[in-house]
Nanobody, 125 residues
Framework: QVQLQESGPGLVKPSQTLSLTCTVS??????????WNWIRQAPGKGLEWMGV???????DYSPALKSRISISRDTSKNQFSLRLNSVTPEDTAVYYC?????????????????WGQGTQVTVSS
């Protein structure tokens, strides 16, 4: 069973960069079985797919975030990471890493095979 664990600062100041890491166990980030996603949920809103990194390192991002987002991976640590630049209070959310066996984006919980427990990130001065 694949287990995912998000980590990173819980508080980020406006205009700064949000950085999170997802540590993976039970599978390699280079496996062709899964695609490695970042998803968030702002207060009172639904899930928002942010982006994905594939087994070969290729990435795809939400058009709404494309100018600010970067997803990368460290195969030696079996981790993948999220960077979101120029954050505003509207980026306050619970951030999740999740896997699915399909490269297409999805905002639906049931489409994913495994989730991290989520980490709260608040953007505030």
């Amino acid at each position: 069973q694949v287990q995912l664990q998000e980590s990173g600062p819980g508080l980020v100041k406006p205009s700064q960069t949000l950085s999170l890491t997802c540590t993976v166990s039970g599978a390699s980030v280079t496996t062709t079985d899964y695609f490695w996603n970042w998803i968030r949920q702002a207060p009172g809103k639904g899930l928002e797919w942010m982006g994905v990194i594939a087994y070969d390192g290729n990435v795809d991002y939400s058009p709404a975030l494309k100018s600010r987002i970067s997803i990368s991976r460290d195969t030696s640590k079996n981790q993948f990471s999220l960077r979101l630049n120029s954050v505003t209070p509207e980026d306050t959310a619970v951030y999740y890493c999740a896997i699915r066996d399909d490269p297409d984006c999805s905002d639906y919980v049931e489409d994913y095979d495994s989730w991290g427990q989520g980490t709260q990130v608040t953007v505030s001065s």
